[in-house]
Nanobody
Framework: QVQLVESGGGLVQAGGSLRLSCAASGRPFSSYTMGWFRQAPGKEREFVAAIRWTGGYTYYAASVKGRFTISRDNAKNTMYLKIDRPKPEDTAVYYC???????????????????WGQGAQITVSS
């Protein structure tokens, strides 16, 4: 079992910045691919970003590429999502997720993830 806890959400102005954190406990964090997903009211949960266990491979949704940066610190069992220049349409509950994926499995696929955090609300004001 892996337990995930997000922190760092809140209210931010459009054009500002903030950083989400996801602290993991349980099985060795370093062996897991980690992802961020988000869900806005009335919409399905969607992929935002993911990072392989090595940290050298990252993936982004087209809507956030160039503004969001995913990273991880395996020594601290923590993953981060830096959000720069947020837009009102980025308003959502953000979830971190973990899975032990092979290189043939798609890190953008939410069904591939086994463990989820409780979510952190981010609200972007215009």
């Amino acid at each position: 079992q892996v337990q995930l806890v997000e922190s760092g959400g809140g209210l931010v102005q459009a054009g500002g910045s903030l950083r989400l954190s996801c602290a993991a406990s349980g099985r060795p964090f370093s062996s897991y691919t980690m992802g961020w997903f988000r869900q806005a009211p009335g919409k399905e949960r969607e992929f935002v970003a993911a990072i392989r266990w090595t940290g050298g491979y990252t993936y982004y949704a087209a809507s956030v590429k160039g503004r969001f940066t995913i990273s991880r610190d395996n020594a601290k069992n923590t993953m981060y999502l830096k959000i720069d220049r947020p837009k009102p349409e980025d308003t959502a509950v953000y979830y971190c997720a973990a899975a032990q994926l092979t290189w043939y499995q798609d890190p953008l696929d939410r069904s591939a993830y086994d463990y989820w955090g409780q979510g952190a609300q981010i609200t972007v004001s215009s």
